[in-house]
């Protein structure tokens, strides 16, 4: 009698314990569906190999599909907004005075460590979601992560206070070390948004529209510092039996260009040439995908990348190699050029 006693206990204790779980997930859950519009900020930390890129993030969501966020490189000041609404994707370069503009599936293709929508569907998904209670609060466990073009990124932990607020999104290796952080600092699930909050504003971007002050620059003073390559960067990372072939440098009105040609089984180009700086705010119709690299969001499709980087444009093309492939090449690129 004692031994059955013992036994409906510990199943008693099981399915409390069972019950709890799926209550604290289903609050936290419920908690996310009916936000119909909310303003965080957060800090961001990612690796790529041995360096560590910081960015503080500001994210604006309104119910459909209205989103805005803001990158900013802790290290180098340099910004992109993300914005999303009826009209498409938008990946705008403040800097470069241009906006790249893509009809894309952004941000539902792929798991989006800082928008509350895109951690609860991840562990909405997730078949072996653990839950543990902590002082503070509780911790998600999940290897549902949808990163395709990033295979080491293979589980995430989600910590979450009593209130049911996310605090941390942590994205981890096989080696569960931590390769993206975002840290949730503060949240608003009740924010309201202008009508034209989410479109493009031509005006803010346009540095000949923007309002005149005593203080303001001479043309010279204006423009940014435009880096003169003596060489290019040679990617740190090739494919197997693949080697360059041929460089050339071509001279540009603002600035040089630089073709590799790289021969092999896995062949392609990489162009660098100094960023252009537009007058008049510029869209780009883009193909692709946009696509955190490294320091920058650039454009991905099934043959090539592009992104921008401390003044200068990257654009690598193949068409034998994968898109795994094309982003390795392109993550080994990440130091700056030599000068003159």
């Known amino acids: 009698m004692k031994k059955v006693i013992i036994f409906l206990t510990l199943v008693l204790c099981l399915f409390l314990t069972g019950c709890g779980k799926d209550n604290v997930k289903d609050k936290l859950f419920n908690n996310i569906d009916k936000i119909k519009g909310y303003y965080l900020e957060a800090t961001m930390e990612i690796v790529n190999n041995d360096d560590v890129y910081e960015y503080d993030v500001k994210v604006s969501y309104y119910k459909g599909d209205n989103y805005k966020v803001e990158l900013s490189n802790t290290s180098n000041n340099y910004e992109q907004i993300i914005i999303k609404n009826s009209d498409g994707v938008y990946v705008i370069t403040p800097l470069l005075n241009k906006s790249f503009k893509f009809q894309s599936e952004w941000p539902y293709n792929n798991s989006q460590a800082y928008l509350l929508h895109s951690i609860k569907n991840d562990l909405e998904k997730a078949d ?119 460089q050339e440098k071509v001279n540009k009105d603002d600035g040089e260009r630089i073709i590799m040609t790289f021969s092999g089984e896995k062949s392609f180009l990489l162009v660098q040439e100094n960023s252009t700086i537009y007058e008049d705010f510029t869209i780009i119709p883009t193909t692709g995908e946009p696509f955190m690299l490294i320091d920058t969001i650039g454009s991905l499709t099934d043959e090539s990348i592009t992104w921008s980087s401390s003044g200068i444009d990257y654009y690598i093309v193949s068409d034998v190699m994968t898109q795994k492939e094309l982003i390795e090449v392109a993550r080994s690129i990440n130091a700056l050029p030599v000068m003159k």
């Open 128 to 246: 072996d979601l653990v839950i543990e209670s902590v002082d503070d609060g509780y911790i998600f466990k999940t290897s549902n992560v949808n990163y395709p073009n990033n295979e080491k990124l293979t589980h995430q932990e989600v910590l979450v206070d009593k209130n049911m607020d996310i605090k941390q999104v942590t994205v981890m290796d096989d080696n569960n070390i931590p390769q993206i952080t975002v840290n949730f600092n503060t949240i608003d699930k009740d924010a309201t948004f202008d009508s034209n909050y989410f479109q493009i504003d031509e005006s803010k971007y346009n540095t000949d529209t923007k309002e005149d002050t005593s203080e303001k620059e001479s043309a010279d003073e204006k423009e940014v510092d435009t880096p003169t390559m003596s060489e290019g960067v040679f990617p740190l990372y090739l494919p197997t039996e693949t080697t360059l072939s041929d």
